[in-house]
């Protein structure tokens, strides 16, 4: 094993420890009631401001998106390329198996026939063997003015049903406004909207398209998207960790 595979394999652990120090149960039911879950304090600040750093150096990109050309929103992203920072790539790799067991059981509610593998490397299997090979996950950077329109990061016929976002600005000191906001479209009802509050550091684990609600009679199905509300002042980063990759 050479020097790198060691730094990144220590990585992947110490990842998988830091997971797994958080009250999973708890986050399942909030996501099962919700939609939405927040990781409290998943990065210290210094590993915000490291990966927030990361945005002007090109050499870690794939590809740079400017929102307002694609009618996204305002503000603009990077997709990473391969291999993924360390941190990020053991954040994927601990977080997928404990967002897994519960992707599966709503599976079963919504009587979806898909099951995902335990682990993070057999899903990419079978991501890159559908033809999706191009990695997600991505940092955003906006600005006053900016804001995120609401959708849905799918990326291809297999998608993961959830995802990660981490905020790596304090708000109220590096930026105001831009908060993080889901809604979720139920059958014959108005929608409903979720805003959640997030501190530097802190992730949100969210349904990506669908999930499945527990009605008067059994399980029906609600669609949701999510964004972000306009930014105010200062500037804001976020990190994004989708499980799937993009074709």
Known sequence: MNAHAKVATSVVEAAEVRVAAYDWPALAAELDGFGCAVIEKLLSPEECRQIAGLYPQEEHFRSH??????????????????????????????????LAELANRWNERMAQATHYPATHAEFLEQCHAAGQTRPTPLLLQYVPGDFNCLHQDLYGDLAFPLQVAILLSEPGKDFTGGEFVLTE???????????????????????????????????????????????????????????????
């Open 65 to 98: 998106i400017h929102m307002a050309r694609h009618g996204f929103g305002k503000g603009e992203y990077r997709y990473f390329r391969y291999p993924l920072p360390d941190l990020l790539g053991g954040l994927r790799s601990a977080l997928y198996p404990r």
């Open 185 to 247: 479209q139920r059958p014959r009802m108005q929608s409903r909207v979720e805003v959640v509050p997030l501190r530097q550091g802190d992730a949100v684990a969210f349904a990506v398209h669908n999930r499945p609600v527990q009605g008067s009679k059994g399980n029906y199905r609600v669609n949701l998207r999510h964004g972000v509300s306009r930014l105010r002042s200062g500037m804001r980063h976020t990190v994004g960790i989708i499980f799937h990759d993009a074709k």
